[in-house]
Structure formats: structure tokens, C-alpha cells
Nanobody, 126 residues
Framework: QVRLVESGVALVQPGGSLTLSCVTS????????VAWFRRAPGKEREFVSA????????YYRDSVKGRFTISREDAENTVTLRMNNLTPEDTAVYYC???????????????????WGQGTQVTVSS
């Protein structure tokens, strides 16, 4: 069983920055592809970013490219999402996720990930 726990500051002003962290426990973290999703109020959960295992590539939804950076520290079983230049449209509950054998064509889909965190609320507001 893999358990994921997110953490991060909850409220930030527009234009500000925020770092979310996700700590995993259970099986070997480095064997998993890890990702971040978010659910904005009244909307479906959507893909934000992913980082493949074993030094694979990083992937971002278009609206966060150049502003968000995903990274991982396998020795600490941690995946981080650094978010810069935040806008109110980034307000959402953010979830980290992990999955094994995630193929590239499905990397943005929820079904590719078997393990999920409980989510952490991020609010961007002045």
C-alpha cells in the first residue's frame, strides 16, 4: 500500500509563489510515475503535471507551463510542485498521485494512477 500526504501553504496573493510537497510511504518511490492534479470549484479534476520514473521526462498542462515545476527526491520519497506567478484561476484542491507502469499516452489521465493523496486546498486571492 502506498500512502501520499500533501502539504503546503493554503492562501497566496496573485503573482505569488507556493510550493506543495507530497510525501509517500510504502513501496519503493522511485519506481513510480508521480503527478499532480487539481480540482477547481465546480469543475472536474484536471491534470497539472507529471514526472516519470527513472529520470523520465516532465509534463505540464499548457496553462501552467513556465510557471510550475515538478520535481522529486527519491531518497526522501518526496515529490514537489513549485508554483510561481499564481493567478486566481489556479485556485483549486491539489492532489498528488502515483502510479506504476504509466505509459506516456495516459500520463494525463486519472486512471493511470492507483494512489492518491487526500488533497490540499490552494486559494489565490488578494
Amino acid at each position: 500500500q502506498v500512502r501520499l500526504v500533501e502539504s503546503g501553504v493554503a492562501l497566496v496573493q496573485p503573482g505569488g509563489s507556493l510550493t506543495l510537497s507530497c510525501v509517500t510511504s510504502g513501496r519503493s518511490f522511485r519506481t513510480y510515475t508521480v503527478a499532480w492534479f487539481r480540482r477547481a470549484p465546480g469543475k472536474e479534476r484536471e491534470f497539472v503535471s507529471a514526472l516519470r520514473r527513472f529520470g523520465g521526462g516532465t509534463y505540464y498542462r499548457d496553462s501552467v507551463k513556465g510557471r510550475f515545476t515538478i520535481s522529486r527526491e527519491d531518497a526522501e520519497n518526496t515529490v514537489t510542485l513549485r508554483m510561481n506567478n499564481l493567478t486566481p484561476e489556479d485556485t483549486a484542491v491539489y492532489y498528488c498521485a502515483a502510479g506504476e507502469s504509466v505509459i506516456l499516452s495516459s500520463i494525463g489521465g486519472e486512471r493511470a494512477y492507483a494512489y492518491w493523496g487526500q488533497g490540499t486546498q490552494v486559494t489565490v486571492s488578494s
